[in-house]
């Protein structure tokens, strides 16, 4: 069974670095598949953030693409994501999830990331 | 890329069907076979109902149904359950390797 797991700090000062990873079990990143980044803020919808091959080339957001990295470390088996320069805007539950483009078939819990001081 | 469009809101009762819609564009909803649905009921993950505009993961009851029509997808859910209470969002491919979401529908089963 495929597992996602998000981690990282749940609180993130204004114009800091977000940062996150997800640890995934039940499945190698190295043999496919596209691994997303998605987030929703509290009372709102879903918003594709970005996604990443196994080999690493990546496609973000139009929106946050000057400030979104996205990363993979096939020997931990997880990816990560950073988000600079941060505001309130960007308090979400992000959530990481597996993709053949088509569907997201697993998903992760979700992390609330709060950016306030 | 704009969000695809739903209605904010359903309603039905218990036994009655249900359709949410989503429209998008040319580019995205009516240029790809790569529609997707997802409930999502309070403090939880989304899971994927439906993909490729009409085909269902395993363990996803055949109550839930989707199709597309130019640049509109639906979801249609049948017998309305209790359980199916919650939120809906579509999901289509937008080319060039992005994603883009519809604002998503919360559904009252009455």
């Known amino acids: 069974q495929v597992q996602l797991q998000e981690s990282g700090r749940g609180l993130v000062q204004p114009s800091e670095t977000l940062s996150l990873s997800c640890a995934v079990s039940?499945?190698?990143?190295?043999?496919?598949?596209?691994w997303v980044w998605i987030r929703q803020p509290p009372g709102e919808g879903l918003e594709w953030i970005g996604h990443l091959y196994h080999s690493g080339v990546t496609s973000y957001n139009a929106s946050l693409k000057s400030r979104v990295t996205m990363s993979v470390d096939t020997s931990k088996n997880q990816f990560s994501l950073k988000l600079t320069s941060v505001t309130a805007a960007d308090t979400a539950v992000y959530y990481c999830?597996?993709?053949?483009?088509?569907?997201?078939?697993?998903w992760g819990r979700g992390a609330l990331v709060t950016v306030s001081s | 890329q704009s969000a695809l469009t739903q209605p904010r809101s359903v309603s039905g009762s218990p036994g009655q069907s249900v359709t949410i819609s989503c429209t998008g564009t040319?580019?995205?909803?009516?240029?790809?076979?790569?529609v997707s649905w997802y409930q999502q009921h309070p403090g939880k993950a989304p899971k994927l109902m439906i993909y490729d505009v009409s085909e269902r993961p395993s363990g996803v009851p055949d109550r839930f149904s989707g199709s597309k029509s130019g640049n509109t997808a639906s979801l249609t859910i049948s017998g309305l359950q209790a359980g199916d209470d919650a939120d809906y969002y579509c999901c289509s491919h937008a080319g060039s390797y992005i994603v883009i979401f519809g604002g998503g529908t919360k559904l009252t089963v009455l």
């Open positions: 039940g499945y190698s990143i190295s043999r496919g598949f596209y």
């Open positions: 040319s580019s995205d909803v009516g240029a790809y076979n790569s």
């Open positions: 999830a597996r993709s053949d483009l088509t569907r997201l078939d697993y």
